[in-house]
C-alpha cells in the first residue's frame, strides 16, 4: 500500500466503474457492485485491493495472491486463485495504470506563491498556480494554469509553459518553449547552450546558440536531464515522449512522437528521431544520424549509422540484433575454447 505520507489516494470504487475506466471486461460471476479501496502488488494485496499480472514469470505470485482484483489477460484466466475477481484485458499493465491513476491521480496544485519567491512584473502566471520558496520567473515568462513551479527552480527570460505543468524543485529552463502537462523532474537542465564552437590551432571558437527547445503535450523529462537548445534550428521532443533520468540530448535533436529515452542515454547534435523510437539506458548515438520510426536500440549501443524504421539494434558499433547476438555467441565460443 502507498504511504498516505507522501500520497493521497481517491476512491474507494465498485468493480463496474473500474471496469469502465480501465477499458478491461468483467470476467463471467464477478459482482459488480464490489467495493475495491487500492491498488497493490500480487504478494502484498488484500481481499480489497486490486493487482496485475501482465509478466508469466509472476504466475506463482499470482495464484498465491490475496488479491480481491486483478487485471490479466484473458489466457491466464484459468490460472486466478479461487474468489478473486478479474478484469480481462489484452493489455493488463495498461488497464491496470488507468486504474492506479484513478485511485491516485495528480494532486492539483494548492494556489500560491512563496514570499521568497520572485517573479517579474513582466510575467504571466496562469490561475491556480502554485510557485515555491526560492523560484525565480524571469521577464516575459508565460507560466499556463495550475502549474506547479519547485523550490528554487529558475524559469528564464521568455520561456513559456501550458496547462498543468510541474517543474521539480532546482531544475533550470531557459530558451525554452513547452506545451501542456509537461512534468519536468528536479534538477534537469533545459535550454542551456548547446556544444558547438569551431575547432581550430589556434583555439575552439565558440558559435553562438540562436535555437530553442521546444516541448510537445504530455511529456515527461526525467531528474538531472540536459536539453541543449538548438544552434540555429530547434531542439525538438514530441508529443509524448518519456525521457529518463540523466539523459544528455544535443542541439538540434528532434524527436518524434512516443520516444522512451532510457537513463544515461546520450543523443549528439543534429540527430533525428521518429516517432516510437526506444532507447535501452547507456546507449550512444552519434550525431547527424536519422533514427525510423519505431526503431529499438539496445542498452549500451553504439549507434554511427542511420536506423531504417522498424529494425532493432545492438552492440557497439550497432549492428542488427540478430547479427549482434551471433557475434556475442561466437565470441563466448572463443573464450571458453581459449581457457
Known amino acids: 500500500m502507498a504511504d498516505s505520507r507522501f500520497f493521497t489516494k481517491a476512491g474507494p470504487f465498485t468493480l463496474a466503474q473500474l471496469a469502465e475506466l480501465s477499458g478491461a471486461a468483467l470476467a463471467e460471476g464477478c459482482d459488480p457492485s464490489a467495493i475495491f479501496v487500492d491498488v497493490a502488488p500480487l504478494e502484498q494485496a488484500g481481499g480489497d485491493a486490486v493487482s496485475f499480472l501482465d509478466n508469466r514469470k509472476y504466475v506463482a505470485a499470482f495464484q498465491a495472491s490475496k488479491a480481491g482484483l486483478c487485471v490479466v489477460a484473458p489466457e491466464m484466466a484459468d490460472k486466478a486463485p479461487s474468489g478473486m475477481a478479474l478484469l480481462l484485458s489484452p493489455d493488463p499493465y495498461r488497464a491496470y495504470a488507468r486504474i492506479a491513476q484513478a485511485f491516485y491521480p495528480v494532486p492539483v496544485p494548492e494556489p500560491w506563491v512563496a514570499p521568497t519567491a520572485w517573479v517579474d512584473p513582466s510575467a504571466s502566471v496562469g490561475e491556480g498556480c502554485r510557485i515555491e520558496p526560492g523560484a525565480v520567473i524571469g521577464a516575459n515568462a508565460r507560466i499556463g494554469a495550475r502549474c506547479r513551479i519547485g523550490a528554487n527552480v529558475v524559469i528564464g527570460q521568455g ?20 506545451g501542456n502537462r509537461v512534468n519536468i523532474y528536479p534538477g534537469a537542465r533545459i535550454g542551456q547552450d548547446g556544444f558547438g564552437f569551431a575547432m581550430g590551432p589556434q583555439g575552439h571558437l565558440k558559435v553562438p ?22 544552434a540555429g534550428p530547434d531542439t525538438v521532443i514530441g508529443d509524448g515522449c518519456m525521457i529518463d533520468n540523466l539523459v544528455q540530448i544535443g542541439h538540434n535533436v528532434q524527436l ?6 532510457v537513463a544515461q542515454v546520450g543523443i549528439s547534435g543534429s540527430t533525428r528521431m521518429g516517432d516510437f523510437v526506444a532507447a535501452g539506458g547507456q546507449a550512444g548515438i552519434t550525431g547527424h544520424l536519422k533514427i525510423g520510426s519505431g526503431a529499438r536500440i539496445a542498452a549500451q549501443a553504439g549507434v554511427m549509422r542511420d536506423i531504417a524504421p522498424g529494425e532493432t539494434v545492438g ?10 547476438l551471433r557475434q556475442s555467441a561466437i565470441l563466448g ?3 571458453r575454447k581459449k581457457g
Open 159 to 178: 520561456v513559456e509553459l501550458g496547462d498543468d505543468c510541474i517543474v521539480g524543485a532546482n531544475a533550470t529552463l531557459s530558451h525554452a518553449l513547452a
Open 256 to 261: 518524434g512522437c512516443g520516444c522512451v529515452i
Open 333 to 335: 565460443k572463443m573464450a
Open 315 to 324: 552492440g557497439a558499433p550497432a549492428v542488427p540484433m540478430a547479427d549482434w
Open 209 to 230: 546558440q540562436l535555437g530553442r527547445v521546444v516541448i510537445g503535450n504530455n511529456v515527461e523529462i526525467g531528474a538531472n536531464t540536459t536539453i541543449d537548445r538548438g
